[in-house]
Protein backbone atom coordinates (compact mmCIF):
# COMPACT_ATOMS: atom_id res chain seq x y z
CA UNK A 1 0.00 0.00 0.00
CA UNK A 2 1.34 3.64 -0.55
CA UNK A 3 1.70 5.74 2.21
CA UNK A 4 0.64 9.39 2.56
CA UNK A 5 4.21 10.51 2.18
CA UNK A 6 4.88 8.56 -0.61
CA UNK A 7 1.54 9.99 -2.58
CA UNK A 8 2.02 13.60 -1.22
CA UNK A 9 5.53 13.53 -2.68
CA UNK A 10 4.45 12.19 -6.16
CA UNK A 11 1.46 14.23 -6.70
CA UNK A 12 3.26 17.92 -5.47
CA UNK A 13 6.55 17.03 -7.16
CA UNK A 14 7.48 19.40 -4.13
CA UNK A 15 8.75 18.48 -0.59
CA UNK A 16 7.46 15.95 1.34
CA UNK A 17 5.05 16.91 4.33
CA UNK A 18 4.41 14.76 7.74
CA UNK A 19 1.32 13.60 8.38
CA UNK A 20 -0.35 12.37 11.38
CA UNK A 21 -3.92 11.53 11.01
CA UNK A 22 -6.05 9.29 13.48
CA UNK A 23 -9.10 8.92 15.25
CA UNK A 24 -9.58 8.64 18.94
CA UNK A 25 -12.36 7.02 21.03
CA UNK A 26 -12.44 9.61 23.98
CA UNK A 27 -13.95 8.08 27.02
CA UNK A 28 -14.50 10.63 30.21
CA UNK A 29 -15.36 8.87 34.06
CA UNK A 30 -18.24 11.32 34.19
CA UNK A 31 -20.04 13.78 31.93
CA UNK A 32 -18.11 16.96 31.86
CA UNK A 33 -19.36 20.67 30.32
CA UNK A 34 -18.42 20.38 26.03
CA UNK A 35 -16.26 23.85 26.30
CA UNK A 36 -13.49 21.67 28.72
CA UNK A 37 -12.80 19.35 25.77
CA UNK A 38 -12.92 22.36 23.68
CA UNK A 39 -10.19 24.11 25.51
CA UNK A 40 -7.72 21.11 25.41
CA UNK A 41 -8.04 20.92 22.19
CA UNK A 42 -7.47 24.93 21.57
CA UNK A 43 -4.60 24.74 23.83
CA UNK A 44 -3.42 21.17 22.24
CA UNK A 45 -3.33 23.11 18.45
CA UNK A 46 -1.79 25.87 20.25
CA UNK A 47 1.12 23.53 21.82
CA UNK A 48 1.77 21.60 18.14
CA UNK A 49 1.83 25.42 16.70
CA UNK A 50 4.75 26.54 19.16
CA UNK A 51 6.50 23.21 18.40
CA UNK A 52 6.18 24.27 14.40
CA UNK A 53 7.40 27.70 15.22
CA UNK A 54 10.20 27.04 17.17
CA UNK A 55 11.43 24.08 14.73
CA UNK A 56 10.87 26.08 11.98
CA UNK A 57 8.86 23.84 10.48
CA UNK A 58 5.91 25.09 7.97
CA UNK A 59 2.21 23.74 9.04
CA UNK A 60 0.14 22.47 5.80
CA UNK A 61 -3.04 22.07 8.39
CA UNK A 62 -4.23 20.88 12.35
CA UNK A 63 -7.68 19.82 11.51
CA UNK A 64 -9.98 18.57 14.30
CA UNK A 65 -13.60 17.15 14.55
CA UNK A 66 -15.23 16.36 17.53
CA UNK A 67 -18.56 13.97 16.39
CA UNK A 68 -20.51 13.16 19.14
CA UNK A 69 -24.37 14.04 19.82
CA UNK A 70 -23.17 17.55 19.16
CA UNK A 71 -19.97 18.46 16.53
CA UNK A 72 -16.97 20.70 16.84
CA UNK A 73 -14.63 21.88 14.10
CA UNK A 74 -11.32 23.06 14.90
CA UNK A 75 -8.58 24.43 12.83
CA UNK A 76 -5.30 26.35 11.97
CA UNK A 77 -2.21 27.35 9.34
CA UNK A 78 -0.72 27.82 12.78
CA UNK A 79 -1.66 31.28 13.16
CA UNK A 80 -4.90 31.54 14.47
CA UNK A 81 -7.61 28.80 15.79
CA UNK A 82 -10.87 28.76 13.82
CA UNK A 83 -13.52 27.37 15.22
CA UNK A 84 -17.09 26.01 14.56
CA UNK A 85 -19.80 23.67 16.69
CA UNK A 86 -23.33 22.69 16.26
CA UNK A 87 -26.03 24.54 17.61
CA UNK A 88 -26.14 22.82 21.14
CA UNK A 89 -22.52 22.21 21.52
CA UNK A 90 -22.36 24.81 24.36
CA UNK A 91 -24.70 23.07 26.61
CA UNK A 92 -23.77 19.62 25.65
CA UNK A 93 -22.45 17.65 28.22
CA UNK A 94 -20.51 14.39 27.65
CA UNK A 95 -18.48 11.44 28.58
CA UNK A 96 -17.91 9.97 25.35
CA UNK A 97 -17.12 11.24 21.32
CA UNK A 98 -15.42 10.86 18.92
CA UNK A 99 -12.41 12.73 18.21
CA UNK A 100 -10.44 13.00 14.33
CA UNK A 101 -7.43 14.52 14.05
CA UNK A 102 -5.42 15.78 10.96
CA UNK A 103 -1.66 17.47 11.40
CA UNK A 104 0.21 17.99 8.06
CA UNK A 105 3.65 19.70 8.56
CA UNK A 106 6.27 20.53 6.34
CA UNK A 107 10.33 20.29 7.56
CA UNK A 108 10.02 17.38 9.98
CA UNK A 109 9.70 13.65 10.19
CA UNK A 110 6.25 11.23 10.49
CA UNK A 111 7.94 10.01 13.19
CA UNK A 112 8.56 13.32 15.30
CA UNK A 113 5.07 14.64 14.76
CA UNK A 114 3.62 11.63 15.61
CA UNK A 115 5.64 11.80 18.95
CA UNK A 116 4.94 15.30 19.26
CA UNK A 117 1.00 15.38 18.90
CA UNK A 118 0.24 12.36 20.91
CA UNK A 119 2.60 13.57 23.95
CA UNK A 120 0.83 17.18 23.54
CA UNK A 121 -2.61 15.55 23.14
CA UNK A 122 -2.36 13.56 26.40
CA UNK A 123 -0.76 16.52 28.31
CA UNK A 124 -3.35 18.96 27.46
CA UNK A 125 -6.15 16.85 27.96
CA UNK A 126 -4.48 15.53 31.31
CA UNK A 127 -4.10 19.34 32.48
CA UNK A 128 -7.58 20.55 31.63
CA UNK A 129 -9.75 17.22 32.30
CA UNK A 130 -7.28 15.67 35.03
CA UNK A 131 -8.04 11.92 36.23
CA UNK A 132 -11.18 12.51 33.98
CA UNK A 133 -10.03 10.58 30.78
CA UNK A 134 -10.83 6.97 30.91
CA UNK A 135 -9.49 6.29 27.66
CA UNK A 136 -8.27 7.64 24.41
CA UNK B 1 -24.28 17.24 -14.28
CA UNK B 2 -22.69 20.46 -13.37
CA UNK B 3 -19.35 19.83 -11.90
CA UNK B 4 -17.77 22.35 -9.24
CA UNK B 5 -14.10 21.59 -8.95
CA UNK B 6 -12.52 23.24 -5.92
CA UNK B 7 -8.62 23.29 -5.52
CA UNK B 8 -6.19 25.15 -3.45
CA UNK B 9 -3.51 24.97 -1.19
CA UNK B 10 -3.79 23.18 2.68
CA UNK B 11 -5.85 25.46 5.07
CA UNK B 12 -6.71 28.20 2.03
CA UNK B 13 -10.75 27.19 3.65
CA UNK B 14 -11.90 25.19 0.83
CA UNK B 15 -14.05 23.05 2.95
CA UNK B 16 -15.71 26.47 4.73
CA UNK B 17 -16.40 27.89 1.29
CA UNK B 18 -18.05 24.59 -0.53
CA UNK B 19 -20.08 24.52 2.97
CA UNK B 20 -21.84 27.93 1.39
CA UNK B 21 -21.79 26.98 -1.83
CA UNK B 22 -23.79 24.03 -1.04
CA UNK B 23 -25.99 25.85 1.33
CA UNK B 24 -26.20 28.32 -1.84
CA UNK B 25 -26.88 25.52 -4.48
CA UNK B 26 -29.47 23.49 -2.19
CA UNK B 27 -31.38 26.80 -1.01
CA UNK B 28 -31.30 28.68 -4.06
CA UNK B 29 -30.99 26.46 -7.53
CA UNK B 30 -32.51 23.42 -6.77
CA UNK B 31 -36.11 23.42 -5.31
CA UNK B 32 -37.74 21.78 -8.38
CA UNK B 33 -35.46 18.66 -7.86
CA UNK B 34 -36.57 18.26 -4.19
CA UNK B 35 -39.50 16.29 -5.29
CA UNK B 36 -37.90 13.88 -7.41
CA UNK B 37 -36.06 11.94 -3.74
CA UNK B 38 -32.67 12.30 -5.43
CA UNK B 39 -29.85 14.50 -3.88
CA UNK B 40 -29.89 17.77 -6.37
CA UNK B 41 -25.87 18.14 -5.26
CA UNK B 42 -23.58 15.26 -4.26
CA UNK B 43 -19.96 16.50 -2.81
CA UNK B 44 -17.58 14.20 -3.59
CA UNK B 45 -14.31 14.50 -0.94
CA UNK B 46 -10.39 13.65 -1.44
CA UNK B 47 -8.57 13.87 1.68
CA UNK B 48 -5.19 13.50 3.05
CA UNK B 49 -4.75 10.85 5.58
CA UNK B 50 -6.67 7.55 6.78
CA UNK B 51 -8.95 9.63 8.86
CA UNK B 52 -11.39 11.91 6.85
CA UNK B 53 -12.18 15.42 8.83
CA UNK B 54 -13.83 17.37 5.86
CA UNK B 55 -15.99 14.94 4.93
CA UNK B 56 -17.97 14.43 8.36
CA UNK B 57 -17.89 18.12 8.73
CA UNK B 58 -20.05 18.51 5.29
CA UNK B 59 -22.58 15.25 6.41
CA UNK B 60 -23.07 17.01 9.61
CA UNK B 61 -24.75 19.59 7.66
CA UNK B 62 -26.85 17.27 6.18
CA UNK B 63 -25.26 17.13 2.76
CA UNK B 64 -24.91 13.71 0.74
CA UNK B 65 -20.76 12.78 0.87
CA UNK B 66 -18.77 10.47 -1.08
CA UNK B 67 -15.04 9.69 -0.28
CA UNK B 68 -11.97 8.99 -1.51
CA UNK B 69 -9.56 8.64 1.37
CA UNK B 70 -6.03 7.45 1.19
CA UNK B 71 -4.72 8.89 -2.46
CA UNK B 72 -4.97 11.72 -4.51
CA UNK B 73 -7.35 12.04 -7.31
CA UNK B 74 -4.76 14.35 -9.86
CA UNK B 75 -2.15 10.91 -10.06
CA UNK B 76 -3.14 7.61 -7.79
CA UNK B 77 -7.05 7.96 -7.68
CA UNK B 78 -7.47 9.09 -10.88
CA UNK B 79 -9.30 6.64 -12.28
CA UNK B 80 -11.52 6.03 -8.75
CA UNK B 81 -12.46 9.20 -9.30
CA UNK B 82 -13.91 8.80 -12.47
CA UNK B 83 -15.18 5.45 -11.28
CA UNK B 84 -17.09 7.22 -8.21
CA UNK B 85 -18.36 10.03 -10.67
CA UNK B 86 -20.17 8.08 -13.50
CA UNK B 87 -21.58 5.72 -10.56
CA UNK B 88 -23.34 8.77 -9.37
CA UNK B 89 -24.77 10.15 -12.56
CA UNK B 90 -25.82 6.61 -13.22
CA UNK B 91 -27.71 6.08 -9.93
CA UNK B 92 -28.64 9.69 -8.63
CA UNK B 93 -28.12 12.29 -12.09
CA UNK B 94 -27.68 15.42 -9.90
CA UNK B 95 -27.77 18.53 -11.38
CA UNK B 96 -24.47 19.45 -9.22
CA UNK B 97 -21.70 17.75 -8.35
CA UNK B 98 -18.87 19.08 -5.94
CA UNK B 99 -15.85 17.81 -5.66
CA UNK B 100 -13.39 18.99 -3.02
CA UNK B 101 -9.26 17.76 -3.84
CA UNK B 102 -6.59 17.57 -1.43
CA UNK B 103 -5.37 21.02 -0.85
CA UNK B 104 -1.87 19.42 -2.65
CA UNK B 105 -3.61 18.64 -5.98
CA UNK B 106 -3.69 20.24 -9.37
CA UNK B 107 -7.30 20.76 -10.21
CA UNK B 108 -6.58 20.92 -14.05
CA UNK B 109 -5.14 17.82 -14.04
CA UNK B 110 -8.12 16.33 -12.93
CA UNK B 111 -10.35 18.75 -14.97
CA UNK B 112 -8.92 16.85 -17.63
CA UNK B 113 -9.57 13.49 -16.83
CA UNK B 114 -12.72 14.10 -15.80
CA UNK B 115 -13.74 16.16 -19.14
CA UNK B 116 -12.27 12.76 -20.99
CA UNK B 117 -13.86 9.96 -19.43
CA UNK B 118 -16.51 11.28 -16.98
CA UNK B 119 -20.34 10.57 -18.67
CA UNK B 120 -23.03 13.46 -18.29
CA UNK B 121 -21.41 16.12 -17.56
CA UNK B 122 -23.04 19.55 -18.74
CA UNK B 123 -20.70 21.61 -17.13
CA UNK B 124 -17.38 21.53 -15.56
CA UNK B 125 -15.87 24.72 -13.76
CA UNK B 126 -12.28 24.67 -11.70
CA UNK B 127 -12.24 26.76 -8.75
CA UNK B 128 -9.48 27.55 -6.80
CA UNK B 129 -9.56 28.78 -2.88
CA UNK B 130 -5.96 30.84 -2.54
CA UNK B 131 -5.14 32.01 1.11
CA UNK B 132 -4.75 35.58 1.63
CA UNK B 133 -3.41 35.45 4.77
CA UNK B 134 -0.29 32.79 3.83
CA UNK B 135 0.03 34.21 0.15
CA UNK B 136 3.17 35.70 0.76
CA UNK B 137 4.72 32.49 3.08
CA UNK B 138 3.22 30.13 0.22
CA UNK B 139 4.66 32.46 -2.89
CA UNK B 140 8.01 32.07 -1.16
CA UNK B 141 7.95 28.31 -0.01
CA UNK B 142 6.39 26.84 -2.79
CA UNK B 143 5.94 28.93 -5.54
CA UNK B 144 5.55 26.07 -8.23
CA UNK B 145 2.49 24.50 -6.51
CA UNK B 146 0.71 28.22 -5.65
CA UNK B 147 0.98 29.33 -9.05
CA UNK B 148 -0.44 26.04 -11.15
CA UNK B 149 -3.16 25.51 -9.17
CA UNK B 150 -3.96 29.21 -10.09
CA UNK B 151 -3.07 29.48 -13.54
CA UNK B 152 -5.86 27.44 -15.12
CA UNK B 153 -8.71 27.99 -12.87
CA UNK B 154 -12.33 29.58 -14.40
CA UNK B 155 -12.49 31.21 -10.45
CA UNK B 156 -10.40 31.96 -8.21
CA UNK B 157 -11.50 33.05 -4.74
CA UNK B 158 -9.06 35.30 -2.32
CA UNK B 159 -9.98 33.81 0.78
CA UNK B 160 -9.40 35.44 4.41
CA UNK B 161 -9.37 38.95 3.39
CA UNK B 162 -10.15 39.61 6.38
CA UNK B 163 -6.70 39.06 7.86
CA UNK B 164 -4.93 41.19 5.64
CA UNK B 165 -5.33 45.40 5.18
CA UNK B 166 -7.44 46.18 2.35
CA UNK B 167 -4.03 47.30 0.38
CA UNK B 168 -2.23 44.11 1.28
CA UNK B 169 -5.45 42.40 -0.56
CA UNK B 170 -4.89 44.56 -2.92
CA UNK B 171 -1.23 43.75 -3.56
CA UNK B 172 -2.26 40.13 -3.69
CA UNK B 173 -5.48 40.94 -6.07
CA UNK B 174 -2.42 42.18 -8.32
CA UNK B 175 0.19 38.88 -7.98
CA UNK B 176 -2.91 36.67 -8.51
CA UNK B 177 -4.53 38.36 -11.70
CA UNK B 178 -0.30 38.10 -12.65
CA UNK B 179 -0.86 34.44 -12.66
CA UNK B 180 -4.41 34.03 -14.38
CA UNK B 181 -5.53 37.41 -16.26
CA UNK B 182 -8.58 35.33 -17.36
CA UNK B 183 -10.00 33.86 -14.71
CA UNK B 184 -12.87 35.51 -12.76
CA UNK B 185 -11.79 37.06 -9.63
CA UNK B 186 -13.59 37.30 -6.03
CA UNK B 187 -12.04 38.59 -2.46
CA UNK B 188 -14.10 36.76 0.51
CA UNK B 189 -13.82 36.00 4.21
CA UNK B 190 -15.44 32.80 4.02
CA UNK B 191 -15.23 32.92 8.06
CA UNK B 192 -18.49 34.79 7.61
CA UNK B 193 -21.50 34.88 5.72
CA UNK B 194 -20.83 35.59 2.11
CA UNK B 195 -22.75 37.36 -0.08
CA UNK B 196 -25.11 34.46 -2.18
CA UNK B 197 -24.95 36.94 -5.07
CA UNK B 198 -20.87 36.00 -5.49
CA UNK B 199 -21.72 32.46 -4.90
CA UNK B 200 -24.36 32.74 -7.85
CA UNK B 201 -21.55 34.29 -10.07
CA UNK B 202 -19.25 31.57 -9.15
CA UNK B 203 -21.54 28.90 -9.59
CA UNK B 204 -22.83 30.32 -13.44
CA UNK B 205 -20.43 32.18 -15.57
CA UNK B 206 -19.81 35.48 -13.81
CA UNK B 207 -23.22 37.16 -15.25
Not at chain 1, 91 to 117: M, N, P, Q, S, Y
Not at chain 2, 16 to 26: E, K, P
Not at chain 2, 27 to 56: H, R
Not at chain 2, 111 to 140: F, H, M, N, P, Q
Amino acid sequence: MVSDQDLLKCSTKHSDPAIFSETYSLALLEKVKSERVKQALTQWIEEIRDWTSAKACFVGHIKVFVEGQENLWLSSTGRSISSQQSQGWSEWFLDRATLCVTVIVFGTTKEALKETVEESLKTCFNTSLPNMIKGF
Amino acid sequence: MNILLFGGFLGSGKTSVILQVARYLTAELSALQLDSGKPSLVIIENEVGETGIDDKILKAEGLNVRELIAGCICCTLNAELTVCLNKIQEELSPEWVIIETTGMAFPHTIAETITKYGKGIDSLKTIVVADAERWDDLSTIMPGLIEEQIAQANVILLNKIDCLEPEQVSQVAEDIKRINSSGHFYSISAQAEVDPQIWRKVVTNGE
